[in-house]
Protein backbone atom coordinates (compact mmCIF):
# COMPACT_ATOMS: atom_id res chain seq x y z
CA UNK A 1 0.00 0.00 0.00
CA UNK A 2 1.67 3.05 -1.31
CA UNK A 3 -0.26 5.93 0.80
CA UNK A 4 0.84 9.22 2.30
CA UNK A 5 3.87 8.69 4.51
CA UNK A 6 5.44 11.32 7.66
CA UNK A 7 8.97 11.31 8.98
CA UNK A 8 9.53 11.15 11.56
CA UNK A 9 5.94 10.24 13.13
CA UNK A 10 7.34 11.95 16.35
CA UNK A 11 9.79 14.56 17.00
CA UNK A 12 10.46 16.05 20.85
CA UNK A 13 12.77 18.90 20.64
CA UNK A 14 13.98 21.99 22.97
CA UNK A 15 12.54 25.40 23.28
CA UNK A 16 14.88 27.28 20.17
CA UNK A 17 15.48 24.34 18.26
CA UNK A 18 14.70 24.24 14.39
CA UNK A 19 12.59 20.59 13.24
CA UNK A 20 12.16 19.35 9.93
CA UNK A 21 9.17 16.81 8.76
CA UNK A 22 9.13 15.14 5.88
CA UNK A 23 6.24 13.71 3.31
CA UNK A 24 6.22 11.98 0.78
CA UNK A 25 2.63 11.93 -1.05
CA UNK A 26 0.59 9.10 -2.87
CA UNK A 27 2.81 9.05 -6.24
CA UNK A 28 0.61 10.08 -9.00
CA UNK A 29 -1.06 12.77 -6.62
CA UNK A 30 -0.33 16.74 -7.93
CA UNK A 31 -1.82 18.51 -4.84
CA UNK A 32 -0.30 18.88 -2.05
CA UNK A 33 -1.58 20.00 1.85
CA UNK A 34 -0.26 20.71 5.34
CA UNK A 35 -2.61 20.65 8.11
CA UNK A 36 -1.66 21.24 11.95
CA UNK A 37 -4.40 19.56 14.98
CA UNK A 38 -4.12 20.05 18.50
CA UNK A 39 -6.11 18.34 20.86
CA UNK A 40 -9.24 18.54 21.14
CA UNK A 41 -9.33 20.38 17.85
CA UNK A 42 -9.98 19.18 13.76
CA UNK A 43 -7.09 19.90 11.81
CA UNK A 44 -6.62 23.30 10.21
CA UNK A 45 -4.90 24.21 7.23
CA UNK A 46 -1.87 25.33 6.57
CA UNK A 47 -0.06 25.64 3.57
CA UNK A 48 -1.05 23.96 -0.45
CA UNK A 49 1.20 22.82 -2.96
CA UNK A 50 0.20 22.02 -6.74
CA UNK A 51 3.03 20.29 -8.13
CA UNK A 52 6.47 22.50 -7.04
CA UNK A 53 4.23 25.04 -6.74
CA UNK A 54 3.28 26.59 -3.28
CA UNK A 55 -0.15 28.23 -4.19
CA UNK A 56 -1.47 29.21 -0.76
CA UNK A 57 -0.50 29.69 2.91
CA UNK A 58 -2.67 30.06 5.63
CA UNK A 59 -1.59 33.15 7.99
CA UNK A 60 -1.19 30.27 10.80
CA UNK A 61 1.66 30.18 9.27
CA UNK A 62 4.05 32.43 10.79
CA UNK A 63 7.55 33.26 9.26
CA UNK A 64 9.16 30.52 11.53
CA UNK A 65 7.76 28.56 9.15
CA UNK A 66 8.89 27.31 5.71
CA UNK A 67 7.47 24.45 3.44
CA UNK A 68 9.23 23.11 0.27
CA UNK A 69 7.88 20.46 -2.55
CA UNK A 70 11.28 20.58 -4.69
CA UNK A 71 10.31 19.02 -7.98
CA UNK A 72 7.01 18.66 -7.23
CA UNK A 73 7.67 15.09 -5.46
CA UNK A 74 8.09 15.14 -1.49
CA UNK A 75 7.54 18.19 0.67
CA UNK A 76 9.29 19.14 4.02
CA UNK A 77 7.75 21.51 6.78
CA UNK A 78 10.65 23.42 8.44
CA UNK A 79 9.90 24.82 11.66
CA UNK A 80 12.78 27.45 13.14
CA UNK A 81 13.54 28.48 16.60
CA UNK A 82 10.26 25.96 18.24
CA UNK A 83 8.13 27.78 20.94
CA UNK A 84 5.68 25.40 23.06
CA UNK A 85 2.61 26.48 21.36
CA UNK A 86 4.22 24.66 18.10
CA UNK A 87 3.64 21.91 20.15
CA UNK A 88 0.89 19.87 17.95
CA UNK A 89 0.18 17.28 15.42
CA UNK A 90 1.12 18.23 11.67
CA UNK A 91 -0.61 16.29 9.37
CA UNK A 92 0.47 15.70 5.25
CA UNK A 93 -2.29 15.02 2.91
CA UNK A 94 -2.35 14.39 -0.62
CA UNK A 95 -4.75 14.28 -3.65
CA UNK A 96 -5.19 14.10 -7.17
CA UNK A 97 -7.94 16.35 -8.02
CA UNK A 98 -10.18 18.43 -6.20
CA UNK A 99 -11.62 15.26 -4.24
CA UNK A 100 -11.25 13.32 -1.36
CA UNK A 101 -7.92 13.98 0.35
CA UNK A 102 -5.78 11.20 1.84
CA UNK A 103 -4.07 11.56 4.99
CA UNK A 104 -0.92 10.72 6.34
CA UNK A 105 -0.16 9.09 10.00
CA UNK A 106 1.18 12.44 11.20
CA UNK A 107 4.09 13.71 12.66
CA UNK A 108 3.66 14.96 16.85
CA UNK A 109 6.09 17.85 17.68
CA UNK A 110 6.43 18.11 21.58
CA UNK A 111 8.45 20.99 22.58
CA UNK A 112 9.71 21.38 25.88
CA UNK B 1 -14.27 24.99 1.12
CA UNK B 2 -16.09 26.37 4.17
CA UNK B 3 -16.27 25.07 7.83
CA UNK B 4 -18.53 22.05 8.82
CA UNK B 5 -20.10 22.08 11.99
CA UNK B 6 -20.48 18.37 13.63
CA UNK B 7 -22.88 17.72 16.06
CA UNK B 8 -23.19 16.18 18.61
CA UNK B 9 -19.59 16.91 19.95
CA UNK B 10 -19.74 13.31 21.87
CA UNK B 11 -22.00 10.27 21.61
CA UNK B 12 -21.54 7.03 23.48
CA UNK B 13 -23.64 4.11 22.76
CA UNK B 14 -23.16 0.28 22.99
CA UNK B 15 -22.03 -2.21 20.55
CA UNK B 16 -24.64 -3.07 18.19
CA UNK B 17 -26.49 0.04 18.45
CA UNK B 18 -26.25 2.56 15.23
CA UNK B 19 -24.70 6.22 15.84
CA UNK B 20 -25.85 9.22 13.86
CA UNK B 21 -23.66 12.45 13.80
CA UNK B 22 -24.65 15.30 11.77
CA UNK B 23 -23.01 18.15 9.73
CA UNK B 24 -24.54 21.58 9.44
CA UNK B 25 -22.93 24.02 7.09
CA UNK B 26 -23.25 27.35 5.23
CA UNK B 27 -23.22 28.32 1.91
CA UNK B 28 -23.32 26.00 -1.00
CA UNK B 29 -21.13 22.83 -2.00
CA UNK B 30 -20.04 21.32 -4.64
CA UNK B 31 -19.17 17.78 -2.36
CA UNK B 32 -19.33 16.85 1.34
CA UNK B 33 -16.58 14.74 2.38
CA UNK B 34 -16.62 12.77 6.00
CA UNK B 35 -13.50 11.61 7.72
CA UNK B 36 -12.99 9.54 10.94
CA UNK B 37 -9.83 9.96 13.01
CA UNK B 38 -8.51 7.15 15.44
CA UNK B 39 -6.88 8.41 18.45
CA UNK B 40 -3.51 9.94 17.90
CA UNK B 41 -3.54 8.82 14.28
CA UNK B 42 -4.04 10.46 10.84
CA UNK B 43 -7.63 11.21 9.17
CA UNK B 44 -8.83 8.33 7.07
CA UNK B 45 -11.45 9.36 4.61
CA UNK B 46 -14.83 7.57 4.35
CA UNK B 47 -17.10 8.67 1.78
CA UNK B 48 -17.48 11.79 -0.56
CA UNK B 49 -21.03 12.74 -0.94
CA UNK B 50 -21.39 15.28 -4.24
CA UNK B 51 -24.47 17.87 -4.45
CA UNK B 52 -26.93 16.54 -6.51
CA UNK B 53 -26.50 13.15 -4.24
CA UNK B 54 -29.06 12.84 -1.82
CA UNK B 55 -27.87 9.15 -0.18
CA UNK B 56 -24.33 7.22 -0.47
CA UNK B 57 -23.60 3.79 1.42
CA UNK B 58 -20.64 1.94 1.86
CA UNK B 59 -20.78 -0.63 3.93
CA UNK B 60 -22.33 0.13 7.44
CA UNK B 61 -21.70 3.67 6.29
CA UNK B 62 -24.94 5.79 4.83
CA UNK B 63 -24.48 9.04 4.65
CA UNK B 64 -27.49 11.66 3.43
CA UNK B 65 -27.12 15.48 1.87
CA UNK B 66 -29.93 17.98 1.79
CA UNK B 67 -28.55 20.61 0.33
CA UNK B 68 -31.70 22.87 0.89
CA UNK B 69 -30.86 22.42 4.79
CA UNK B 70 -27.24 22.55 4.06
CA UNK B 71 -26.72 19.74 6.65
CA UNK B 72 -25.37 16.32 6.24
CA UNK B 73 -25.65 12.89 8.46
CA UNK B 74 -23.27 10.32 8.99
CA UNK B 75 -24.81 6.44 10.45
CA UNK B 76 -22.85 4.20 11.20
CA UNK B 77 -24.96 0.78 12.05
CA UNK B 78 -23.89 -2.17 14.22
CA UNK B 79 -21.53 -0.11 15.61
CA UNK B 80 -18.11 -1.65 16.83
CA UNK B 81 -15.95 -1.12 19.45
CA UNK B 82 -13.26 -0.17 16.80
CA UNK B 83 -15.56 2.29 15.28
CA UNK B 84 -14.42 4.12 18.43
CA UNK B 85 -12.48 7.64 16.38
CA UNK B 86 -13.66 11.36 15.91
CA UNK B 87 -15.68 11.46 12.82
CA UNK B 88 -15.39 15.38 10.80
CA UNK B 89 -16.88 16.81 8.23
CA UNK B 90 -15.92 19.05 5.45
CA UNK B 91 -18.02 21.04 2.66
CA UNK B 92 -15.84 21.89 -0.06
CA UNK B 93 -16.60 24.66 -2.91
CA UNK B 94 -14.64 24.39 -6.05
CA UNK B 95 -13.71 27.66 -7.04
CA UNK B 96 -10.59 28.37 -5.20
CA UNK B 97 -7.34 27.57 -6.35
CA UNK B 98 -6.39 25.46 -2.90
CA UNK B 99 -9.87 23.47 -2.19
CA UNK B 100 -8.54 22.87 1.29
CA UNK B 101 -10.68 21.60 3.79
CA UNK B 102 -11.51 23.39 6.74
CA UNK B 103 -12.65 20.99 9.55
CA UNK B 104 -14.77 21.94 12.59
CA UNK B 105 -14.26 19.94 16.24
CA UNK B 106 -15.80 17.02 15.25
CA UNK B 107 -17.93 14.60 17.25
CA UNK B 108 -16.14 11.79 19.27
CA UNK B 109 -17.70 8.76 19.04
CA UNK B 110 -17.17 6.17 22.02
CA UNK B 111 -18.62 2.33 21.52
CA UNK B 112 -19.00 0.60 24.21
CA UNK B 113 -18.15 -3.11 24.32
Known amino acids: DTGVSQDPRHKITKRGQNVTFRCDPI?????LYWYRQTLGQGPEFLTYFQNEAQLEKSRLLSDRFSAERPKGSFSTLEIQRTEQGDSAMYLC??????????FGPGTRLTVT | SQQGEEDPQALSIQEGENATMNCSYK?????LQWYRQNSGRGLVHLILIRSNEREKHSGRLRVTLDTSKKSSSLLITASRAADTASYFC?????????????FGTGTLLAVQP
Open chain 1, 27 to 31: SEHNR
Open chain 1, 93 to 102: ASSLDPGEQY
Open chain 2, 90 to 102: APVQYGGATNKLI
Open chain 2, 27 to 31: TSINN
